[in-house]
Protein backbone atom coordinates (compact mmCIF):
# COMPACT_ATOMS: atom_id res chain seq x y z
CA UNK A 1 0.00 0.00 0.00
CA UNK A 2 1.45 3.52 -0.84
CA UNK A 3 1.45 7.10 0.66
CA UNK A 4 -0.24 8.13 3.84
CA UNK A 5 -3.45 6.39 3.71
CA UNK A 6 -4.67 7.42 7.55
CA UNK A 7 -5.55 10.41 5.94
CA UNK A 8 -8.28 9.32 3.73
CA UNK A 9 -11.72 7.98 4.10
CA UNK A 10 -12.90 4.55 3.62
CA UNK A 11 -13.65 2.93 0.61
CA UNK A 12 -17.23 3.39 -0.53
CA UNK A 13 -19.64 2.51 -3.49
CA UNK A 14 -20.81 5.56 -5.09
CA UNK A 15 -24.20 5.08 -3.28
CA UNK A 16 -22.31 5.69 -0.03
CA UNK A 17 -21.90 1.88 1.17
CA UNK A 18 -19.23 0.93 2.86
CA UNK A 19 -16.76 -1.51 0.42
CA UNK A 20 -15.81 -5.07 1.39
CA UNK A 21 -12.21 -4.38 0.80
CA UNK A 22 -10.97 -1.42 2.76
CA UNK A 23 -7.70 -1.95 2.01
CA UNK A 24 -5.60 -1.87 -1.76
CA UNK A 25 -4.76 1.08 -3.79
CA UNK A 26 -6.82 3.60 -5.70
CA UNK A 27 -6.40 3.23 -10.16
CA UNK A 28 -6.56 6.83 -9.89
CA UNK A 29 -6.41 9.75 -7.82
CA UNK A 30 -8.16 13.22 -8.53
CA UNK A 31 -6.62 16.49 -6.63
CA UNK A 32 -9.21 18.99 -6.82
CA UNK A 33 -7.88 22.93 -6.76
CA UNK A 34 -10.56 25.74 -6.84
CA UNK A 35 -11.20 29.42 -6.20
CA UNK A 36 -7.48 30.38 -5.51
CA UNK A 37 -8.64 34.25 -6.09
CA UNK A 38 -5.25 35.03 -6.92
CA UNK A 39 -3.58 33.73 -3.56
CA UNK A 40 0.27 33.20 -4.46
CA UNK A 41 1.22 33.13 -0.53
CA UNK A 42 -0.97 31.91 2.67
CA UNK A 43 -3.33 33.66 3.65
CA UNK A 44 -5.55 33.64 6.77
CA UNK A 45 -8.88 31.89 6.38
CA UNK A 46 -12.17 31.20 8.98
CA UNK A 47 -13.05 27.62 9.58
CA UNK A 48 -16.33 27.43 11.34
CA UNK A 49 -17.53 24.50 13.83
CA UNK A 50 -20.36 23.32 11.92
CA UNK A 51 -22.26 20.45 13.13
CA UNK A 52 -22.04 17.87 10.31
CA UNK A 53 -18.99 18.72 8.57
CA UNK A 54 -15.97 20.32 9.83
CA UNK A 55 -12.08 20.72 9.86
CA UNK A 56 -9.65 19.19 12.57
CA UNK A 57 -9.42 21.90 14.60
CA UNK A 58 -9.78 22.77 18.07
CA UNK A 59 -12.70 25.24 18.46
CA UNK A 60 -12.72 25.83 22.41
CA UNK A 61 -15.60 27.59 23.59
CA UNK A 62 -15.89 29.61 19.89
CA UNK A 63 -17.83 28.22 16.65
CA UNK A 64 -14.80 29.48 14.18
CA UNK A 65 -10.88 29.48 14.25
CA UNK A 66 -8.88 31.73 11.68
CA UNK A 67 -5.77 29.54 10.39
CA UNK A 68 -3.09 30.86 7.84
CA UNK A 69 -2.31 28.73 5.17
CA UNK A 70 -2.32 27.67 1.28
CA UNK A 71 -0.78 29.06 -1.54
CA UNK A 72 1.34 27.83 -4.17
CA UNK A 73 4.18 26.44 -2.89
CA UNK A 74 2.30 24.79 -0.38
CA UNK A 75 -0.11 23.37 -2.66
CA UNK A 76 2.81 22.58 -5.29
CA UNK A 77 4.52 20.45 -2.50
CA UNK A 78 1.35 18.55 -1.87
CA UNK A 79 0.87 17.50 -5.13
CA UNK A 80 4.20 17.01 -5.88
CA UNK A 81 4.05 14.59 -2.99
CA UNK A 82 0.40 12.59 -4.09
CA UNK A 83 2.25 12.52 -7.75
CA UNK A 84 5.38 10.52 -5.82
CA UNK A 85 3.03 7.61 -4.81
CA UNK A 86 -0.12 7.49 -6.91
CA UNK A 87 -1.01 8.07 -10.64
CA UNK A 88 -3.01 12.03 -10.02
CA UNK A 89 -4.91 13.61 -12.34
CA UNK A 90 -5.10 17.72 -11.39
CA UNK A 91 -8.10 19.23 -11.96
CA UNK A 92 -8.56 22.96 -11.63
CA UNK A 93 -11.41 24.96 -10.84
CA UNK A 94 -11.73 29.11 -12.12
CA UNK A 95 -11.57 32.20 -10.52
CA UNK A 96 -8.05 32.23 -10.90
CA UNK A 97 -6.66 35.12 -12.06
CA UNK A 98 -8.91 37.65 -9.94
CA UNK A 99 -8.63 38.78 -6.15
CA UNK A 100 -5.62 40.39 -5.39
CA UNK A 101 -3.97 43.29 -5.78
CA UNK A 102 -1.11 41.07 -8.06
CA UNK A 103 -3.65 40.21 -10.46
CA UNK A 104 -5.53 43.18 -11.06
CA UNK A 105 -2.65 45.39 -11.84
CA UNK A 106 -1.53 42.74 -14.63
CA UNK A 107 -4.91 41.58 -15.44
CA UNK A 108 -4.15 37.83 -13.97
CA UNK A 109 -1.28 37.40 -16.11
CA UNK A 110 1.16 36.93 -12.55
CA UNK A 111 -0.83 33.87 -11.91
CA UNK A 112 0.52 32.13 -14.97
CA UNK A 113 3.82 30.83 -14.20
CA UNK A 114 2.80 29.52 -10.93
CA UNK A 115 -0.23 27.93 -12.31
CA UNK A 116 1.76 26.31 -15.38
CA UNK A 117 5.17 25.75 -13.34
CA UNK A 118 3.92 23.86 -10.52
CA UNK A 119 0.77 23.69 -9.90
CA UNK A 120 0.49 22.08 -13.57
CA UNK A 121 -3.50 21.40 -13.59
CA UNK A 122 -4.68 18.81 -16.06
CA UNK A 123 -7.74 20.28 -16.54
CA UNK A 124 -8.69 23.78 -15.91
CA UNK A 125 -12.47 25.04 -16.20
CA UNK A 126 -12.99 28.74 -16.30
CA UNK A 127 -15.14 30.46 -13.12
CA UNK A 128 -16.87 33.78 -13.19
CA UNK A 129 -14.13 36.17 -11.64
CA UNK A 130 -11.97 34.69 -15.16
CA UNK A 131 -13.81 36.84 -17.01
CA UNK A 132 -13.18 40.16 -15.05
CA UNK A 133 -10.28 40.92 -17.32
CA UNK A 134 -12.84 41.66 -20.04
CA UNK A 135 -13.59 44.73 -18.06
CA UNK A 136 -10.55 46.22 -19.27
CA UNK A 137 -10.18 48.31 -22.54
CA UNK A 138 -8.35 44.69 -23.97
CA UNK A 139 -9.89 42.11 -22.52
CA UNK A 140 -7.77 39.07 -22.20
CA UNK A 141 -9.74 36.26 -20.82
CA UNK A 142 -8.98 34.06 -24.06
CA UNK A 143 -5.33 34.95 -23.86
CA UNK A 144 -5.30 34.13 -20.48
CA UNK A 145 -7.07 30.77 -21.38
CA UNK A 146 -4.40 30.15 -24.05
CA UNK A 147 -1.57 30.89 -22.08
CA UNK A 148 -2.65 27.71 -20.11
CA UNK A 149 -0.54 24.41 -20.44
CA UNK A 150 -3.91 22.71 -19.66
CA UNK A 151 -6.47 21.91 -21.89
CA UNK A 152 -9.30 24.20 -21.16
CA UNK A 153 -12.95 22.77 -20.79
CA UNK A 154 -16.56 24.18 -21.23
CA UNK A 155 -19.19 22.69 -22.63
CA UNK A 156 -21.47 25.74 -22.66
CA UNK A 157 -19.14 29.33 -23.29
CA UNK A 158 -20.43 30.12 -26.60
CA UNK A 159 -19.02 32.99 -29.41
CA UNK A 160 -21.19 35.87 -29.27
CA UNK A 161 -21.14 36.36 -33.20
CA UNK A 162 -20.97 32.74 -33.74
CA UNK A 163 -22.73 30.85 -31.52
CA UNK A 164 -19.80 28.33 -31.67
CA UNK A 165 -18.20 26.61 -28.34
CA UNK A 166 -15.01 27.77 -27.20
CA UNK A 167 -13.49 25.10 -26.25
CA UNK A 168 -14.01 21.08 -25.75
CA UNK A 169 -16.72 20.16 -23.64
CA UNK A 170 -15.11 16.86 -22.47
CA UNK A 171 -11.31 15.59 -22.88
CA UNK A 172 -10.87 11.71 -22.36
CA UNK A 173 -7.74 10.85 -20.10
CA UNK A 174 -5.67 7.69 -19.62
CA UNK A 175 -4.74 8.31 -16.13
CA UNK A 176 -2.84 4.76 -14.88
CA UNK A 177 -5.04 1.97 -16.04
CA UNK A 178 -8.25 4.27 -16.40
CA UNK A 179 -9.77 5.75 -19.02
CA UNK A 180 -11.41 9.06 -17.26
CA UNK A 181 -13.93 11.17 -18.99
CA UNK A 182 -13.68 14.89 -17.85
CA UNK A 183 -16.86 17.25 -18.58
CA UNK A 184 -15.52 20.77 -17.92
CA UNK A 185 -18.69 23.26 -17.36
CA UNK A 186 -18.21 27.16 -16.59
CA UNK A 187 -20.00 29.48 -14.68
CA UNK A 188 -23.69 30.06 -15.74
CA UNK A 189 -24.46 33.05 -14.36
CA UNK A 190 -21.66 35.24 -15.73
CA UNK A 191 -24.18 37.62 -17.85
CA UNK A 192 -26.14 38.42 -14.65
CA UNK A 193 -22.46 40.47 -13.13
CA UNK A 194 -20.88 43.29 -14.99
CA UNK A 195 -22.14 43.73 -18.95
CA UNK A 196 -18.44 44.69 -19.48
CA UNK A 197 -17.49 40.93 -18.38
CA UNK A 198 -18.75 39.23 -21.78
CA UNK A 199 -21.50 41.43 -23.90
CA UNK A 200 -20.88 40.89 -27.44
CA UNK A 201 -18.20 38.36 -26.38
CA UNK A 202 -19.69 35.86 -25.09
CA UNK A 203 -22.75 33.25 -24.35
CA UNK A 204 -23.06 31.19 -21.90
CA UNK A 205 -25.50 27.83 -21.78
CA UNK A 206 -27.48 27.09 -18.47
CA UNK A 207 -29.15 24.45 -18.22
CA UNK A 208 -27.83 21.09 -16.53
CA UNK A 209 -28.65 18.85 -19.92
CA UNK A 210 -25.36 19.98 -21.14
CA UNK A 211 -23.94 18.31 -18.45
CA UNK A 212 -25.80 15.11 -18.79
CA UNK A 213 -25.04 15.64 -22.65
CA UNK A 214 -21.59 15.69 -22.51
CA UNK A 215 -21.18 12.94 -19.83
CA UNK A 216 -22.72 10.75 -22.32
CA UNK A 217 -20.79 11.61 -25.11
CA UNK A 218 -17.72 10.83 -23.00
CA UNK A 219 -18.83 7.50 -22.28
CA UNK A 220 -19.90 6.50 -25.78
CA UNK A 221 -15.94 7.64 -26.33
CA UNK A 222 -14.93 5.19 -24.67
CA UNK A 223 -14.64 6.97 -20.96
CA UNK A 224 -14.57 4.16 -17.67
CA UNK A 225 -15.69 6.83 -15.55
CA UNK A 226 -16.88 10.09 -15.62
CA UNK A 227 -16.19 13.17 -13.49
CA UNK A 228 -17.33 16.60 -13.77
CA UNK A 229 -15.35 19.86 -12.80
CA UNK A 230 -17.59 23.66 -12.49
CA UNK A 231 -17.59 26.61 -11.25
CA UNK A 232 -21.62 26.98 -10.81
CA UNK A 233 -21.66 26.63 -6.99
CA UNK A 234 -22.56 23.74 -4.08
CA UNK A 235 -27.11 24.23 -4.71
CA UNK A 236 -26.69 24.03 -8.19
CA UNK A 237 -24.29 21.26 -8.46
CA UNK A 238 -26.04 18.42 -5.93
CA UNK A 239 -29.09 19.61 -7.50
CA UNK A 240 -27.63 18.12 -10.96
CA UNK A 241 -26.23 15.42 -9.21
CA UNK A 242 -29.99 13.87 -8.85
CA UNK A 243 -30.73 14.84 -12.56
CA UNK A 244 -27.89 13.93 -14.24
CA UNK A 245 -26.81 10.08 -13.86
CA UNK A 246 -24.31 9.88 -16.51
CA UNK A 247 -21.55 11.65 -13.68
CA UNK A 248 -19.82 9.48 -11.23
CA UNK A 249 -17.85 13.01 -9.11
CA UNK A 250 -18.92 16.34 -9.35
CA UNK A 251 -16.21 18.39 -8.71
CA UNK A 252 -18.14 21.84 -7.32
CA UNK A 253 -16.51 25.49 -7.03
CA UNK A 254 -17.57 29.01 -7.04
CA UNK A 255 -19.37 29.30 -3.66
CA UNK A 256 -15.89 28.07 -1.62
CA UNK A 257 -17.58 25.42 0.69
CA UNK A 258 -15.59 22.91 2.17
CA UNK A 259 -17.05 19.88 2.18
CA UNK A 260 -14.88 18.14 4.59
CA UNK A 261 -17.50 14.78 3.97
CA UNK A 262 -18.38 14.39 0.37
CA UNK A 263 -22.01 14.77 -0.56
CA UNK A 264 -23.84 11.11 -1.65
CA UNK A 265 -26.56 11.26 -3.86
CA UNK A 266 -27.82 7.39 -3.74
CA UNK A 267 -30.53 7.71 -6.58
CA UNK A 268 -28.11 8.87 -9.09
CA UNK A 269 -25.06 6.76 -7.55
CA UNK A 270 -23.50 10.10 -7.87
CA UNK A 271 -20.87 11.82 -5.36
CA UNK A 272 -20.26 15.62 -4.89
CA UNK A 273 -17.43 17.34 -3.49
CA UNK A 274 -16.19 21.01 -3.24
CA UNK A 275 -12.96 22.22 -1.80
CA UNK A 276 -12.63 25.86 -0.58
CA UNK A 277 -10.59 28.27 -1.57
CA UNK A 278 -6.49 28.53 -1.92
CA UNK A 279 -5.86 26.56 0.83
CA UNK A 280 -8.01 23.74 0.59
CA UNK A 281 -7.15 20.90 -1.77
CA UNK A 282 -9.29 18.33 -2.27
CA UNK A 283 -8.95 14.64 -3.21
CA UNK A 284 -10.69 11.94 -4.73
CA UNK A 285 -9.80 8.12 -4.78
CA UNK A 286 -11.40 6.04 -7.35
CA UNK A 287 -11.04 2.39 -8.30
CA UNK A 288 -13.12 -0.03 -10.14
CA UNK A 289 -13.87 -3.35 -8.81
CA UNK A 290 -16.12 -5.97 -10.29
CA UNK A 291 -17.68 -3.43 -12.21
CA UNK A 292 -18.23 -1.77 -9.27
CA UNK A 293 -16.84 1.97 -9.07
CA UNK A 294 -15.63 2.78 -5.54
CA UNK A 295 -14.13 5.95 -3.90
CA UNK A 296 -13.24 7.98 -1.06
CA UNK A 297 -12.59 11.38 -0.03
CA UNK A 298 -10.30 13.77 2.19
CA UNK A 299 -10.28 17.41 1.86
CA UNK A 300 -6.90 19.04 2.97
CA UNK A 301 -6.96 22.11 4.69
CA UNK A 302 -2.69 23.35 4.21
CA UNK A 303 -2.97 25.32 7.44
CA UNK A 304 0.74 26.21 8.31
CA UNK A 305 1.98 23.48 10.89
CA UNK A 306 -1.05 21.09 10.33
CA UNK A 307 -1.37 17.60 10.45
CA UNK A 308 -1.28 16.86 6.34
CA UNK A 309 0.72 20.53 5.43
CA UNK A 310 4.40 19.36 4.14
CA UNK A 311 7.21 22.22 3.80
CA UNK A 312 6.87 24.92 1.36
CA UNK A 313 8.18 24.05 -2.39
CA UNK A 314 11.19 26.06 -2.86
CA UNK A 315 11.15 26.05 -6.64
CA UNK A 316 7.45 27.62 -6.40
CA UNK A 317 8.31 30.25 -3.47
CA UNK A 318 10.92 31.41 -5.97
CA UNK A 319 8.78 31.58 -8.38
CA UNK A 320 6.28 33.70 -7.11
CA UNK A 321 8.67 35.92 -4.62
CA UNK A 322 9.44 37.05 -8.35
CA UNK A 323 6.01 37.45 -9.67
CA UNK A 324 5.34 39.75 -6.06
CA UNK A 325 8.39 41.86 -6.37
CA UNK A 326 7.60 44.96 -7.98
CA UNK A 327 4.72 45.28 -5.37
CA UNK A 328 6.42 45.74 -2.40
CA UNK A 329 8.90 48.23 -4.15
CA UNK A 330 8.79 51.77 -2.31
CA UNK A 331 6.62 53.16 -5.26
CA UNK A 332 5.29 50.35 -7.26
CA UNK A 333 3.93 52.82 -10.14
CA UNK A 334 0.98 50.42 -10.97
CA UNK A 335 -2.07 51.69 -12.62
CA UNK A 336 -5.55 50.11 -13.91
CA UNK A 337 -8.61 51.58 -13.84
CA UNK A 338 -9.08 54.41 -11.90
CA UNK A 339 -6.85 52.54 -9.47
CA UNK A 340 -2.91 53.68 -8.73
CA UNK A 341 -0.73 51.34 -6.60
CA UNK A 342 1.75 53.86 -4.92
CA UNK A 343 2.50 52.26 -1.81
CA UNK A 344 3.97 48.99 -1.46
CA UNK A 345 1.45 45.85 -0.33
CA UNK A 346 3.02 45.26 3.04
CA UNK A 347 1.97 48.96 4.22
CA UNK A 348 0.41 49.08 7.40
CA UNK A 349 -2.71 51.42 6.74
CA UNK A 350 -5.10 50.43 10.24
CA UNK A 351 -5.50 48.26 12.87
CA UNK A 352 -8.23 45.82 14.05
CA UNK A 353 -9.55 44.56 17.55
CA UNK A 354 -11.92 42.06 16.02
CA UNK A 355 -11.17 39.82 13.15
CA UNK A 356 -12.45 40.82 9.69
CA UNK A 357 -13.69 38.39 7.65
CA UNK A 358 -17.18 37.53 5.09
CA UNK A 359 -17.79 33.81 5.26
CA UNK A 360 -20.58 34.62 5.64
CA UNK A 361 -24.49 34.98 3.77
CA UNK A 362 -26.92 37.58 6.05
CA UNK A 363 -23.98 39.74 7.33
CA UNK A 364 -20.41 39.84 7.95
CA UNK A 365 -17.98 42.71 9.70
CA UNK A 366 -15.94 43.18 7.40
CA UNK A 367 -18.85 44.17 4.50
CA UNK A 368 -20.47 46.53 7.17
CA UNK A 369 -16.96 47.68 7.50
CA UNK A 370 -16.92 48.78 4.23
CA UNK A 371 -20.09 50.37 3.40
CA UNK A 372 -19.56 52.22 7.15
CA UNK A 373 -16.69 53.85 4.73
CA UNK A 374 -18.56 54.37 1.88
CA UNK A 375 -20.94 56.04 3.43
CA UNK A 376 -18.60 58.27 5.57
CA UNK A 377 -16.68 59.01 2.23
CA UNK A 378 -19.74 60.51 0.83
CA UNK A 379 -22.00 61.42 3.58
CA UNK A 380 -24.65 59.78 2.50
CA UNK A 381 -27.68 58.73 3.93
CA UNK A 382 -26.92 54.88 3.70
CA UNK A 383 -24.79 52.47 1.89
CA UNK A 384 -24.76 49.51 -0.11
CA UNK A 385 -22.49 46.61 -2.01
CA UNK A 386 -22.42 43.23 -2.82
CA UNK A 387 -22.05 40.54 -0.14
CA UNK A 388 -19.36 39.19 -1.77
CA UNK A 389 -18.29 36.11 0.15
CA UNK A 390 -14.81 35.63 -1.46
CA UNK A 391 -11.59 37.10 0.35
CA UNK A 392 -9.51 35.86 3.31
CA UNK A 393 -9.79 37.18 7.08
CA UNK A 394 -7.54 39.60 8.94
CA UNK A 395 -7.00 38.21 12.60
CA UNK A 396 -6.97 41.32 15.33
CA UNK A 397 -3.76 43.21 15.01
CA UNK A 398 -2.37 45.00 11.93
CA UNK A 399 -4.07 45.44 8.18
CA UNK A 400 -1.83 46.09 5.05
CA UNK A 401 -2.87 47.48 1.89
CA UNK A 402 -2.62 44.01 0.29
CA UNK A 403 -5.33 42.45 3.06
CA UNK A 404 -7.73 45.25 1.78
CA UNK A 405 -6.90 44.34 -2.13
CA UNK A 406 -8.19 40.44 -1.06
CA UNK A 407 -11.31 42.20 0.16
CA UNK A 408 -12.02 44.30 -2.84
CA UNK A 409 -9.20 43.72 -5.56
CA UNK A 410 -11.34 45.58 -8.05
CA UNK A 411 -10.37 49.10 -9.77
CA UNK A 412 -13.32 50.51 -10.55
CA UNK A 413 -14.67 54.22 -9.37
CA UNK A 414 -16.86 55.16 -5.89
CA UNK A 415 -19.45 56.90 -6.64
CA UNK A 416 -23.04 57.89 -4.94
CA UNK A 417 -26.65 58.39 -6.32
CA UNK A 418 -30.12 59.47 -4.96
CA UNK A 419 -33.05 56.22 -4.77
CA UNK A 420 -36.50 55.78 -4.13
CA UNK A 421 -37.43 54.00 -0.97
CA UNK A 422 -39.02 51.69 -3.16
CA UNK A 423 -36.34 51.24 -5.20
CA UNK A 424 -34.37 50.12 -2.35
CA UNK A 425 -36.57 47.95 -1.06
CA UNK A 426 -37.64 46.11 -4.44
CA UNK A 427 -33.46 45.45 -4.95
CA UNK A 428 -33.10 43.53 -1.73
CA UNK A 429 -36.66 41.48 -2.54
CA UNK A 430 -34.85 40.34 -5.75
CA UNK A 431 -32.11 39.38 -3.84
CA UNK A 432 -34.13 37.28 -1.20
CA UNK A 433 -35.57 36.00 -4.21
CA UNK A 434 -32.07 35.01 -5.62
CA UNK A 435 -31.29 33.11 -2.70
CA UNK A 436 -34.59 31.57 -0.97
CA UNK A 437 -35.88 30.10 -4.13
CA UNK A 438 -36.46 26.37 -3.42
CA UNK A 439 -35.32 25.59 -6.99
CA UNK A 440 -31.31 25.24 -7.06
CA UNK A 441 -30.87 26.03 -10.37
CA UNK A 442 -31.71 30.01 -9.86
CA UNK A 443 -29.95 30.06 -6.65
CA UNK A 444 -27.25 32.42 -7.82
CA UNK A 445 -26.13 34.84 -5.18
CA UNK A 446 -25.23 32.66 -2.07
CA UNK A 447 -25.41 36.18 -0.42
CA UNK A 448 -27.50 38.91 0.42
CA UNK A 449 -26.89 42.81 -0.09
CA UNK A 450 -24.97 44.51 2.44
CA UNK A 451 -25.55 47.55 4.03
CA UNK A 452 -24.19 49.91 6.20
CA UNK A 453 -24.25 49.74 9.96
CA UNK A 454 -27.03 52.52 10.20
CA UNK A 455 -29.86 50.25 7.81
CA UNK A 456 -31.52 46.92 9.70
CA UNK A 457 -33.43 44.44 7.51
CA UNK A 458 -36.12 41.89 8.94
CA UNK A 459 -36.74 38.85 6.34
CA UNK A 460 -39.11 35.76 6.11
CA UNK A 461 -37.58 32.78 4.38
CA UNK A 462 -40.80 31.53 4.14
CA UNK A 463 -42.79 33.99 2.66
CA UNK A 464 -44.41 34.11 -0.97
CA UNK A 465 -41.86 34.89 -3.68
CA UNK A 466 -42.07 39.14 -3.80
CA UNK A 467 -42.67 39.02 -0.10
CA UNK A 468 -39.69 38.19 1.95
CA UNK A 469 -38.30 41.41 2.86
CA UNK A 470 -40.71 42.18 5.92
CA UNK A 471 -39.27 45.46 6.87
CA UNK A 472 -35.94 47.76 6.19
CA UNK A 473 -35.15 50.56 8.34
CA UNK A 474 -32.76 53.00 7.84
CA UNK A 475 -31.59 55.12 11.38
CA UNK A 476 -34.60 52.55 13.26
CA UNK A 477 -37.37 54.18 10.97
CA UNK A 478 -38.74 51.89 8.20
CA UNK A 479 -38.23 52.95 4.85
CA UNK A 480 -40.65 55.38 3.20
CA UNK A 481 -41.28 54.05 -0.79
CA UNK A 482 -42.05 57.59 -2.20
CA UNK A 483 -39.18 59.23 0.20
CA UNK A 484 -35.54 59.90 -1.58
CA UNK A 485 -32.28 58.39 0.37
CA UNK A 486 -29.00 59.30 -0.89
CA UNK A 487 -26.78 56.10 -0.90
CA UNK A 488 -23.28 55.62 -1.69
CA UNK A 489 -21.47 52.44 -3.51
CA UNK A 490 -19.34 52.38 -6.79
CA UNK A 491 -19.78 51.91 -10.07
CA UNK A 492 -19.11 49.18 -12.56
CA UNK A 493 -16.97 48.86 -15.38
CA UNK A 494 -20.02 48.83 -18.35
CA UNK A 495 -22.96 49.23 -16.30
CA UNK A 496 -25.75 51.94 -17.41
CA UNK A 497 -24.41 55.39 -16.66
CA UNK A 498 -27.31 55.79 -14.38
CA UNK A 499 -27.02 51.57 -12.61
CA UNK A 500 -24.72 52.09 -9.49
CA UNK A 501 -23.40 49.11 -7.22
CA UNK A 502 -25.14 46.45 -9.17
CA UNK A 503 -28.54 47.73 -7.75
CA UNK A 504 -30.43 47.43 -10.73
CA UNK A 505 -32.56 50.54 -11.19
CA UNK A 506 -31.28 53.95 -12.19
CA UNK A 507 -30.16 56.43 -9.76
CA UNK A 508 -30.65 59.95 -9.72
CA UNK A 509 -27.88 63.03 -9.25
CA UNK A 510 -25.48 60.52 -9.83
CA UNK A 511 -21.92 61.60 -8.81
CA UNK A 512 -18.61 59.61 -9.32
CA UNK A 513 -15.26 60.17 -7.53
CA UNK A 514 -13.25 59.37 -10.67
CA UNK A 515 -9.65 59.34 -9.02
CA UNK A 516 -10.75 56.72 -5.35
CA UNK A 517 -11.41 53.32 -5.72
CA UNK A 518 -13.34 51.18 -3.10
CA UNK A 519 -9.94 50.17 -0.92
CA UNK A 520 -9.11 53.86 -0.83
CA UNK A 521 -11.91 54.71 0.82
CA UNK A 522 -11.24 51.87 3.40
CA UNK A 523 -8.20 52.95 3.56
CA UNK A 524 -9.43 56.74 4.68
CA UNK A 525 -11.76 55.76 6.93
CA UNK A 526 -8.92 53.23 8.62
CA UNK A 527 -6.88 56.33 9.27
CA UNK A 528 -9.41 57.88 10.79
CA UNK A 529 -11.13 54.79 12.57
CA UNK A 530 -8.00 52.80 13.95
CA UNK A 531 -8.48 50.70 15.34
CA UNK A 532 -11.56 49.65 14.36
CA UNK A 533 -13.77 46.91 15.82
CA UNK A 534 -16.45 45.19 14.12
CA UNK A 535 -18.67 42.23 14.61
CA UNK A 536 -21.98 40.36 13.44
CA UNK A 537 -24.59 42.82 15.16
CA UNK A 538 -27.74 41.34 13.96
CA UNK A 539 -29.10 43.72 11.27
CA UNK A 540 -30.14 40.96 9.40
CA UNK A 541 -32.50 39.66 11.08
CA UNK A 542 -35.46 36.91 10.36
CA UNK A 543 -39.48 37.43 11.45
CA UNK A 544 -40.25 35.70 14.51
CA UNK A 545 -42.55 33.46 12.39
CA UNK A 546 -41.00 33.08 9.15
CA UNK A 547 -38.53 30.33 9.59
CA UNK A 548 -34.60 30.97 10.29
CA UNK A 549 -31.76 31.49 7.87
CA UNK A 550 -28.17 30.40 8.04
CA UNK A 551 -25.30 33.05 8.60
CA UNK A 552 -22.37 31.03 8.85
CA UNK A 553 -21.89 26.84 8.34
CA UNK A 554 -21.58 27.57 11.98
CA UNK A 555 -25.43 28.06 12.21
CA UNK A 556 -26.90 24.30 11.20
CA UNK A 557 -26.00 21.41 9.21
CA UNK A 558 -24.23 20.92 6.01
CA UNK A 559 -23.97 21.77 3.41
CA UNK A 560 -24.44 25.58 3.72
CA UNK A 561 -27.27 25.84 1.76
CA UNK A 562 -30.27 28.08 2.81
CA UNK A 563 -33.91 26.82 3.31
CA UNK A 564 -35.97 27.62 -0.04
CA UNK A 565 -39.12 28.27 0.01
CA UNK A 566 -42.08 28.55 -2.76
CA UNK A 567 -45.77 28.31 -3.23
CA UNK A 568 -48.21 26.01 -5.11
CA UNK A 569 -51.06 27.60 -6.76
CA UNK A 570 -50.80 30.68 -3.99
CA UNK A 571 -52.39 28.59 -1.18
CA UNK A 572 -49.53 26.18 0.50
CA UNK A 573 -46.10 26.34 0.54
CA UNK A 574 -43.28 23.78 0.23
CA UNK A 575 -39.93 23.98 2.56
CA UNK A 576 -36.66 22.41 1.18
CA UNK A 577 -33.04 22.68 1.31
CA UNK A 578 -32.91 20.82 -1.73
CA UNK A 579 -35.73 19.65 -3.98
CA UNK A 580 -35.76 16.14 -3.21
CA UNK A 581 -36.88 14.85 -6.89
CA UNK A 582 -34.71 14.62 -10.40
CA UNK A 583 -36.20 17.03 -13.05
CA UNK A 584 -36.93 15.59 -16.49
CA UNK A 585 -35.07 17.51 -19.00
CA UNK A 586 -36.65 18.17 -22.93
CA UNK A 587 -34.34 15.77 -25.44
CA UNK A 588 -35.16 18.60 -28.26
CA UNK A 589 -35.56 22.87 -27.81
CA UNK A 590 -33.52 23.24 -25.32
CA UNK A 591 -32.59 27.07 -24.28
CA UNK A 592 -28.51 26.72 -24.00
CA UNK A 593 -28.46 30.84 -23.38
CA UNK A 594 -30.52 31.48 -20.83
Known amino acids: MKGNETSVGEWRSLDGRSARDSTDDPDVVFAHVSDLHGQLLPRYQVYYDNPTSKPDFEFGDDDYVIERGGGIPLLAAKLDALRADYDVCTLMSGDTFHGSAVTTYTDGRAMLDPINEHVEPDVYVPGNWDYSNEAAVDGIFVELMEAL ?27 G ?14 DRMAPAFYDGKYRFGKHPALLEESARAAREDGADVVVAVTEIGLPWMVQAAKDCTSVD ?38 RVRDGEVQFRHHLYCLTEGGEHTPDPDEGARETVESVRAPFYEDDPGFERGAGTLDRPLDTVVGRTETPLYRQSFLESAWNTLFNDALRAHFETDLAVSHGFRYG ?5 GEITLGQLYTFFPMTTPVARGVAYGQQLTSHMEAFLEDNFTPYPYDQEDGRVRNFSSNVEVTVDPTAKRGRRLVEMRIDGETVDPEETYSVATFRRPGDPERDLGNCGFPFRDVEVDDGTIPVDVIVGYLEEHSPVDYEVMGLVETADDGGRAQNTPADGPYPFIQPGVDYADGEAYCETSLIPRGNVFPEEGRNRTR
Open 249 to 286: VMFSAHTHEYTYDPIVVEATDTVVVESGMGEGLGRVDL
Open 177 to 190: AVSVGVVGMTNVYV
Open 392 to 396: TAIPP
Open 149 to 175: DAPVLANNLYDWETDDLLYDAYRILDV
